[in-house]
């Protein structure tokens, strides 16, 4: 939640009094605000994406029998929530929970489970914010499971 003392509620109404003014005086412009705290600037911005992946789904060795086994690649944005990705919204916010952090590497030394969790492979490149991603996510070891599991709708949808 945003907390606003007394000058900024002041001067916020003004500024945006005087934008519509603004805008009225030109004929006929729109302005939007945006309605979240996201500091994207809003759909209507016309800026750059704080956030483009490309994401590319194969499977290492054989794939399961059950459901949908081809190779998927989407795209993804952030701030405003877009792409080919399934479902940007979900994808973006469980994106937004992670940050940057959550495509970092398994540290070699960690100690980790040895298990499989299945066939997926997940490549990821683009940036995160100022932050740029290339990373692989797969599900070999209890560590790379939860790395991936993290990644919540990003690659999961």
């Not at 994106?95 to 980790?112: K, N, R, S, Y």
Request: hydrophobic residues 30%; negative net charge; proline residues 8%.
């Amino acid at each position: 939640m945003r907390t606003h003392s007394l000058a900024t509620a002041v001067v916020l109404p003004g500024a945006l009094a005087a934008v519509v003014a603004t805008a009225a005086a030109c004929g006929g412009t729109t302005v939007t605000t945006p309605d979240d705290d996201s500091g994207s600037g809003g759909s209507g911005s016309g800026a750059a994406p704080t956030t483009e992946l490309t994401i590319q789904i194969t499977y290492a060795d054989d794939p399961p029998a059950e459901g949908d086994t081809e190779p998927t690649d989407w795209t993804l944005t952030c701030g405003p929530a877009g792409g080919d990705h399934p479902d940007p919204e979900a994808a973006c916010a469980d994106l937004e929970e992670v940050g940057a952090e959550g495509f970092e590497e398994v540290p070699e030394d960690q100690a980790c489970t040895y298990e499989m969790g299945g066939p997926e492979v997940a490549r990821v490149e683009g940036h995160v914010g100022e932050t740029d991603v290339s990373t692989e996510f797969n599900k070999s070891g209890g560590c790379e499971i939860d790395r991936y599991e993290k990644m919540g709708a990003v690659l999961a949808p």
